[in-house]
Every structure is written in C-alpha cells, then in structure tokens.
C-alpha cells in the first residue's frame, strides 16, 4: 500500500482483502494503478468530514472499482468467474472467522443457561 497518505484502518483491511481476492490475478500491472486510486478513494470515504464529502467519494468509489471486478456484477459484466479452488473456500472462511472474532459480543452467562426441559 503506498505510504504518502494517512491510511484508515477500514482502508487497510480493504487492501489485504482486495489483493487477496480471486479478482487480483486477473489484473495486470496497468491495474495496479486503478487498485491505488481505489484505495484513495476507499479511504476518503473514511476521512469525508461532511456527509456530502463522504458521499461524492462513495459515488466515484463505486465507479472506479468497477473495472477491477469487485462486485459480483461487474464480475459477471467482465465474464470473470471465481473459482471453487480449495484455498479460495480456505481465504473466505479464514476472513469470515476473522471478521466474526472482531465482531463478537459474548455474554458473561450463556443465556441458554436457564432453559429447562419441560416433562
């Protein structure tokens, strides 16, 4: 990731997941300069003091990462197609389990602690 600018850490989760994805093979070196203006503006979103600043840069975020093939549409729109390889299932369910333990609340009792059978 370039070092020029402050990066918020939502942008850098972004950028681990970005060149980790199915889609970064695909992309060549001219792509890489797309995947930093992304990033820039990934970040100004992030940085936007304003809701009208964050927006005008979700708007051309949401531009930009279209020619990269970062959603399923703009896949689908390129005729990309991720593969079902066993390391790509492994890289989704290590992110899914890192994103679970970031978010996960547990509650000091286990709430089904007091659920009884009834006869």
């Known amino acids: 990731m370039p070092t020029s ?3 918020k ?5 972004w950028w681990d ?8 093979p695909e992309w060549d070196e ?3 300069h797309n995947v930093i203006l992304c990033a820039l503006l990934y970040n100004d979103i992030w940085c936007a003091e304003t809701a009208r600043d ?5 708007a051309e975020y949401r531009l930009q990462r279209k020619d990269l093939g ?7 729109r390129l005729e990309w197609t991720i593969e079902q390889a ?3 299932k492994d890289r989704g369910r290590q992110r899914r389990e890192r994103v679970r333990s970031q978010t996960a609340i547990t509650p000091a009792t286990d709430p089904r ?3 009884r059978a009834v006869t």
Do not use: C, G, H
């Not at 850490?9 to 989760?13: H, W």
């Not at 964050?54 to 979700?58: C, F, I, L, V």
């Open 54 to 58: 964050r927006k005008e840069a979700a």
């Open 9 to 13: 850490p939502q942008t850098e989760a």
């Open 30 to 32: 001219s792509d890489v």
């Open 113 to 115: 602690s007091v659920l």
């Open 5 to 7: 600018t402050a990066w």
């Open 70 to 76: 970062l959603t399923p549409y703009d896949r689908r």
């Open 86 to 88: 066993d390391d790509a």
């Open 17 to 24: 997941d970005v060149w980790s994805s199915p889609m970064a």
